[in-house]
């Protein structure tokens, strides 16, 4: 099976930075799509953005400006730089895959665990 590995949350003050990873493991041929979500206590999960592996990226309002996503397709890893955090940035981040080819099927929907990033005010 495939399994997604997060990695990089924490405590950050305000106006700092943080630089998650989400690592794919697993007999992976290609991942289409991978992204980033997050779910704050008392909060739909949402997309916080996502990247396909053409390069091409799509961010949530919010976080444009501020986040980076990023993937090394041979690593089959996705990265996400977060600057000038802010207190409305703490929750939950989880890792997405979509579209993952295997040898002779695909995987729809593959998510990680989840990392916690709290940004103090």
């Known amino acids: 099976q495939v399994q997604l590995v997060e990695s990089g949350g924490g405590v950050v003050q305000a106006g700092g930075s943080l630089r998650l990873s989400c690592a794919a493991s697993g007999s992976i041929v290609s991942i289409n799509i991978m992204g980033w979500y997050r779910q704050a206590p008392g909060k739909q999960r949402e997309l916080v953005a996502y990247?396909?592996?053409?390069?091409?990226?799509n961010y949530t309002d919010s976080v444009k400006g501020r986040f980076t996503i990023s993937r090394d397709n041979a690593k089959n890893t996705v990265y996400l730089q977060m600057n000038s955090l802010k207190a409305e940035d703490t929750a939950v981040y989880y890792c997405?895959?979509?579209?993952?080819?295997?040898?002779?099927?695909?995987?729809?929907?593959?998510w990680g665990q989840g990392t916690q990033v709290t940004v103090s005010s």
């Open positions: 997405k895959a979509d579209l993952v080819k295997l040898i002779g099927r695909w995987l729809y929907g593959v």
């Open positions: 990247i396909t592996s053409g390069g091409s990226t």
